[in-house]
């Protein structure tokens, strides 16, 4: 194996050198491991090249090989040496059966899906049955097109591709290979389930799908078996095509369940990416030590420089900063720290350097709690594929007990030759029972529907979310970042008599651009939106409590609250009145005094989203209960609830593990909840409702852990994403009840039941026509979705 050229910048190694020590080298050095790529050893204390896969570490020379790795690791894990083993103590489950559980990998006995460990990681790498099955699906679908070309289209444009004699053998040669490889999981997972006794969709594609092949296989062979009168042209038909496009079809349908599934693992990665590596202990001398995460203990003393993240759960022992907790409370304004003040690992800390103790790590942090939470309810839902399931544990045995009754009847009381027209009925039942249209029913009316609703702005991840959308009756709804913009504006100035908005706002901006108070930037921000000169500052000081003060272009300029007003001989009621009733409206307000006389006031807020009113009210008329989470105050919360209507009940000063307690109550009280949410602490919410919608403008946390994503946060594509559910799950019903129909009248004609009285039999030909015609109904039935209405 050659190695693998080094990223630029990066110092060249060699086989069975130590890798440079990079930022970790005051760490003892860990015992050397080989790189799974180039084969070098390394040292996983000093590589900052990790990666996991199937729950194991892997420590890597440079990012070029973890790139690689990464992209393909079973192309590396087959070397000699390297394939891992089970992490110990490690548990798998059925994301279908959570009751399933065992310690090594494997398929589950009642479903067939693959197991999945329960524990949540932070491997990025695809799952090695997504690789499998995709390429199995490249394959089967690369074949499937001239299986198609010869066998269906040639007969209805008349046109033979090949020899007519020679067909049936190139059919036979196009579909071996689908059937036998592409679909070999199929027939394994379908034996299993006979074997055990537990039908299921596997046991369904794989008997329909081998009994068309070994009919075809007899038919090719052996075609003397077969009668005259089942002949056309001289020829026994063949049914190659329903065996491998049904092959096909299915591996698609998987290959789309499984990217499904593992998309929802990156929530978790995307929450567990929130805490860095490393973390800085400050030693008994004053220095900073780097360190790993894993290393930090209770009560170690840690430092945390302007812009980087929160490693663990403590309090601030020195310096004094702003925090940005949206990742907890969804709120955009940075949270400002001070000695004794909470830090959350996970947060960011935004401009000034801390000292924390330490007194929450690994997983007693509030970021794991709320991991673990997502991972949970992510697990606690079943997917769409169970009905399927349910279908095929009675209808799988009654389709082969009628195919063995039919053959005896007519091997014992039918016309001669017996044998013939009692395997040809058998097959035919067989044939017609293949589960073209059930199998087609639920992923055509899904993927034409996700088409559509991407067109409407709504991003469909799990085929589960828009069956649950359907019948939801209560939407749980995030204040900040989904009712409103997310983020605090300049919404009104008020000057006292003597005084112009543009020089009230210019001397305020000036002074906020040295505050560290959250609302400061909304100041700065709106001055710089309309154009003012940034004006010089002097003797800028901050009033802790009250306010800031500064000398402006020669004028004394103090902004604070009410106390600070007294404090330079400023105070007015009127102004203190006039506040009052903004903050009763959610506002933040800030009161400015200039020369030491009131100058006015200015308010700042999350201002509500233009269509947030007529979005409410639509939804209203769907039928649904409205309820509005927050982690804001109580009283910005009903002023923004007053100010869009509709919403029938508030609940704020809510931590994110509230907000999924206030949706797993209403759920065990009968609710079925809809959550939409932007932030990371919607998340825990979101995947334990029973569908979470999110908006696009919001976290990667929160889209990885909704069903729906709302592209452009547009609340109207709330009513849309409804309608589309609804259409969905009307088309899929519609389908279904074909489907049954269609086998309900198909399989009795199959098997003979009109023979006696008008001598009509159904060769495995026209079972063969009638089931292609059943599909081209399904998928026709479908793509109507694909102009509705939303």
């Given at each position: 194996?050659?190695?693998?050229?080094?990223?630029?910048?990066q110092?060249?190694?060699?086989?069975?050198?130590?890798?440079?020590?990079?930022?970790?080298?005051?760490?003892p050095?860990?015992?050397?491991?080989?790189?799974?790529?180039?084969?070098?050893?390394?040292d996983?204390?000093?590589?900052?090249?990790?990666?996991?896969?199937?729950?194991?570490?892997?420590?890597?020379?440079s990012?070029?090989?973890?790139?690689?790795?990464?992209?393909?690791p079973?192309?590396?894990?087959?070397?000699?040496?390297?394939?891992?083993?089970?992490?110990?103590?490690?548990?798998?489950?059925?994301?279908?059966?959570p009751q399933?559980?065992?310690?090594?990998?494997?398929?589950?006995?009642?479903?067939?899906?693959?197991?999945?460990?329960?524990?949540?990681?932070?491997d990025?790498?695809?799952?090695?049955e997504?690789?499998?099955?995709?390429?199995?699906t490249?394959?089967?679908?690369?074949?499937?097109?001239?299986?198609?070309?010869?066998?269906?289209?040639?007969?209805?444009?008349?046109?033979?591709?090949?020899?007519?004699?020679?067909?049936?053998?190139?059919?036979?040669?196009l579909?071996?290979?689908i059937?036998?490889?592409?679909?070999?999981?199929?027939?394994?997972?379908?034996?299993?389930?006979?074997?055990?006794?537990?039908?299921?969709?596997?046991?369904?594609v794989?008997?329909?799908?081998?009994?068309?092949?070994v009919?075809?296989?007899i038919?090719?062979?052996?075609?003397?078996?077969?009668?005259?009168?089942f002949?056309?042209?001289?020829?026994?038909?063949?049914?190659?095509?329903a065996?491998?496009?049904?092959?096909?079809?299915?591996?698609?349908?998987?290959?789309?369940?499984?990217?499904?599934?593992?998309?929802?693992?990156?929530?978790?990665?995307?929450?567990?990416?929130?805490?860095?590596?490393?973390?800085?202990?400050?030693?008994g001398?004053?220095?900073?030590?780097?360190?790993?995460?894993v290393?930090?203990?209770v009560?170690?003393r840690?430092?945390?420089?302007?812009?980087?993240?929160?490693?663990?759960?403590?309090?601030?022992?020195?310096?004094?900063?702003?925090?940005?907790?949206?990742?907890?409370t969804?709120?955009?304004?940075?949270?400002?720290k001070?000695?004794?003040?909470?830090?959350?690992g996970?947060?960011?800390?935004?401009?000034?350097?801390l000292?924390?103790?330490?007194q929450?790590?690994?997983?007693?942090?509030v970021?794991?709690?709320?991991?673990r939470?997502?991972?949970?309810?992510?697990?606690?839902?079943?997917?769409?594929?169970?009905i399927?399931?349910?279908?095929?544990?009675?209808?799988?045995?009654?389709?082969?007990?009628?195919?063995?009754?039919?053959?005896?009847?007519?091997?014992?009381?039918?016309?001669e030759?017996?044998f013939?027209?009692?395997?040809?009925?058998?097959?035919?039942v067989?044939?017609?029972?293949?589960?073209?249209?059930?199998?087609?029913?639920?992923?055509?009316?899904?993927?034409?529907?996700?088409?559509?609703?991407?067109?409407?702005?709504?991003?469909?991840?799990?085929?589960?979310?828009?069956?649950?959308?359907?019948?939801?009756?209560?939407?749980?709804?995030d204040k900040?970042?989904?009712?409103?913009?997310?983020?605090?504006?300049?919404?009104?100035?008020?000057?006292?008599?003597?005084?112009?908005?543009?020089?009230?706002?210019?001397?305020a901006a000036?002074?906020?651009?040295?505050?560290?108070?959250?609302?400061?930037?909304?100041?700065?921000?709106?001055?710089?939106?309309?154009?003012?000169?940034?004006?010089?500052?002097?003797?800028?000081?901050?009033?802790?409590?009250?306010?800031?003060?500064?000398?402006?272009s020669?004028?004394?300029?103090?902004?604070?609250?009410?106390?600070?007003?007294r404090?330079?001989?400023?105070?007015?009621?009127?102004?203190?009145?006039?506040?009052?009733?903004?903050?009763?409206?959610?506002?933040?307000?800030?009161?400015?005094?200039?020369d030491?006389?009131?100058?006015?006031m200015?308010?700042?807020?999350?201002?509500?989203?233009?269509?947030?009113?007529?979005?409410?009210?639509?939804?209203r008329?769907?039928?649904?209960?409205?309820?509005?989470?927050?982690?804001?105050s109580?009283?910005?919360?009903?002023?923004?609830?007053?100010?869009?209507g509709?919403?029938?009940?508030?609940?704020?000063?809510?931590?994110?593990?509230?907000?999924?307690?206030?949706?797993?109550?209403?759920?065990?009280?009968?609710?079925r909840?809809?959550?939409?949410?932007?932030?990371?602490?919607?998340?825990?919410?979101?995947?334990?409702?029973d569908?979470?919608?999110?908006?696009?403008?919001?976290?990667?946390?929160?889209?990885?852990?909704?069903?729906?994503t709302?592209?452009?946060?547009?609340?109207?594509?709330?009513?849309?994403?409804?309608?589309?559910?609804?259409?969905?799950?009307r088309?899929?019903?519609q389908?279904?009840?074909?489907?049954?129909?269609?086998?309900?009248?198909?399989?009795?004609?199959?098997?003979?039941?009109?023979?006696?009285?008008?001598?009509i039999?159904?060769?495995?030909?026209?079972?063969?026509?009638?089931?292609?015609?059943?599909?081209?109904?399904?998928?026709?039935?479908?793509?109507?979705?694909?102009?509705?209405?939303?």
């Amino acid at each position: 194996m050659t190695t693998p050229a080094n990223e630029p910048g990066q110092p060249a190694c060699k086989h069975g050198e130590q890798a440079p020590s990079g930022r970790f080298q005051t760490q003892p050095t860990a015992p050397a491991l080989q790189d799974p790529v180039c084969g070098m050893t390394v040292d996983s204390a000093t590589t900052p090249y990790h990666a996991t896969h199937l729950g194991n570490d892997y420590h890597f020379c440079s990012a070029g090989c973890r790139a690689k790795f990464v992209a393909d690791p079973a192309a590396y894990l087959e070397a000699p040496g390297i394939a891992p083993e089970a992490p110990h103590g490690a548990t798998w489950i059925c994301p279908m059966h959570p009751q399933i559980r065992q310690e090594q990998p494997g398929t589950c006995p009642l479903c067939g899906m693959a197991l999945e460990l329960e524990s949540p990681t932070i491997d990025d790498a695809p799952p090695p049955e997504l690789q499998d099955f995709t390429r199995r699906t490249w394959v089967a679908g690369t074949l499937a097109v001239p299986l198609l070309l010869v066998s269906m289209v040639g007969e209805m444009l008349g046109v033979h591709f090949v020899p007519p004699t020679w067909n049936a053998w190139v059919q036979f040669a196009l579909s071996t290979p689908i059937v036998l490889w592409a679909g070999k999981p199929f027939f394994e997972r379908g034996w299993a389930s006979v074997r055990r006794r537990k039908p299921n969709m596997f046991t369904l594609v794989s008997l329909g799908v081998g009994a068309a092949y070994v009919y075809s296989v007899i038919a090719t062979i052996a075609p003397q078996l077969f009668p005259p009168a089942f002949r056309m042209h001289g020829l026994v038909p063949v049914y190659y095509k329903a065996a491998g496009i049904v092959v096909a079809l299915v591996l698609l349908g998987q290959v789309l369940e499984l990217r499904a599934r593992s998309a929802t693992g990156r929530a978790i990665r995307a929450l567990m990416n929130l805490a860095p590596t490393t973390a800085r202990r400050v030693t008994g001398d004053g220095a900073d030590m780097e360190i790993p995460l894993v290393e930090v203990a209770v009560g170690d003393r840690l430092r945390i420089r302007p812009g980087e993240a929160i490693p663990v759960d403590g309090v601030v022992l020195e310096g004094r900063s702003s925090v940005d907790e949206a990742m907890l409370t969804g709120e955009p304004a940075p949270v400002l720290k001070e000695p004794g003040a909470r830090l959350t690992g996970g947060t960011i800390n935004t401009n000034g350097s801390l000292v924390m103790a330490a007194q929450a790590v690994g997983s007693d942090t509030v970021l794991a709690r709320i991991v673990r939470m997502v991972a949970e309810a992510q697990r606690s839902r079943a997917p769409i594929q169970a009905i399927a399931d349910r279908v095929s544990g009675w209808f799988v045995p009654l389709v082969v007990g009628i195919a063995v009754v039919t053959f005896i009847v007519w091997n014992f009381a039918g016309p001669e030759p017996r044998f013939g027209h009692a395997l040809l009925n058998a097959m035919a039942v067989l044939i017609i029972a293949c589960p073209c249209a059930l199998g087609l029913a639920t992923p055509m009316s899904i993927m034409v529907g996700t088409g559509r609703g991407a067109r409407a702005g709504v991003l469909v991840k799990h085929a589960e979310a828009l069956q649950a959308l359907d019948t939801v009756d209560t939407l749980v709804i995030d204040k900040t970042g989904t009712l409103t913009k997310g983020k605090p504006q300049l919404i009104a100035i008020e000057t006292a008599p003597g005084f112009a908005e543009d020089e009230l706002l210019s001397l305020a901006a000036a002074v906020e651009r040295n505050s560290e108070h959250p609302l400061a930037q909304a100041i700065v921000a709106a001055a710089q939106e309309q154009g003012l000169a940034a004006l010089d500052v002097e003797g800028f000081q901050a009033t802790t409590g009250a306010g800031v003060a500064a000398h402006v272009s020669g004028r004394s300029v103090a902004i604070g609250n009410a106390a600070m007003m007294r404090s330079v001989g400023a105070s007015s009621e009127t102004a203190d009145k006039q506040a009052d009733a903004r903050r009763a409206q959610g506002a933040g307000v800030m009161l400015v005094a200039i020369d030491g006389q009131f100058a006015g006031m200015l308010a700042v807020a999350d201002p509500v989203k233009t269509n947030a009113c007529a979005a409410i009210a639509a939804l209203r008329s769907e039928q649904l209960r409205i309820i509005m989470l927050t982690g804001d105050s109580r009283r910005t919360a009903d002023a923004v609830a007053q100010a869009i209507g509709g919403i029938d009940e508030v609940q704020a000063d809510l931590k994110p593990e509230d907000k999924a307690r206030v949706v797993h109550e209403l759920r065990m009280n009968g609710a079925r909840v809809a959550m939409a949410g932007d932030g990371v602490n919607d998340a825990p919410a979101l995947a334990a409702a029973d569908v979470g919608i999110a908006m696009g403008t919001g976290t990667d946390v929160a889209i990885e852990s909704a069903g729906l994503t709302l592209t452009k946060g547009e609340l109207s594509a709330l009513v849309r994403a409804r309608r589309l559910a609804r259409a969905t799950m009307r088309n899929i019903r519609q389908n279904l009840w074909f489907s049954f129909l269609f086998n309900g009248i198909g399989v009795p004609v199959a098997a003979g039941v009109l023979y006696p009285a008008w001598g009509i039999l159904l060769s495995p030909m026209f079972a063969g026509a009638a089931m292609a015609l059943s599909s081209f109904a399904v998928v026709t039935n479908a793509l109507r979705l694909s102009s509705a209405r939303l």
